[in-house]
Nanobody
Framework: QVQLVESGGGLVQPGGVLRLSCAAS????????MGWYRQAPGKQRELVAA???????NYADSVKGRFTISRDNAKNTIYLQMNSLKPEDTAVYYC??????????????WGQGTQVTVSS
């Protein structure tokens, strides 16, 4: 099994910054893609940012220029640097990792979610 542990959420004022972390552990042979999703109450989960094993990065248009995804391959960890936060960024943020375990089976794992609240 693959476990994801998220951290870094919290309450911040508009214009503030937060940095989310997601560490993957367990039976990991290789990782195809790691990314961040978010879900606000009553809304669908949406992709925020993702980075592939080849280094390709995708951002949602709503966060482009404000958020930065990065990775530390040695630690199987990704980060989401969130700058210029807006109230509409308020959501539960989930880490997602897709890859292959040591039994050569594909996996798709999700973190527990971390709350980000942007409010005055």
């Amino acid at each position: 099994q693959v476990q994801l542990v998220e951290s870094g959420g919290g309450l911040v004022q508009p214009g503030g910054v937060l940095r989310l972390s997601c560490a993957a552990s367990g039976s990991i042979s290789s990782i195809y893609v790691m990314g961040w999703y978010r879900q606000a109450p009553g809304k669908q989960r949406e992709l925020v940012a993702a980075i592939t094993s080849g280094g390709n990065i995708n951002y949602a248009d709503s966060v482009k220029g404000r958020f930065t995804i990065s990775r530390d391959n040695a630690k199987n960890t990704i980060y989401l640097q969130m700058n210029s936060l807006k109230p509409e960024d308020t959501a539960v943020y989930y880490c997602n990792v897709r890859g292959r375990n040591h039994l050569l089976a594909d996996f798709d794992s999700w973190g527990q979610g971390t709350q980000v609240t942007v409010s005055s």
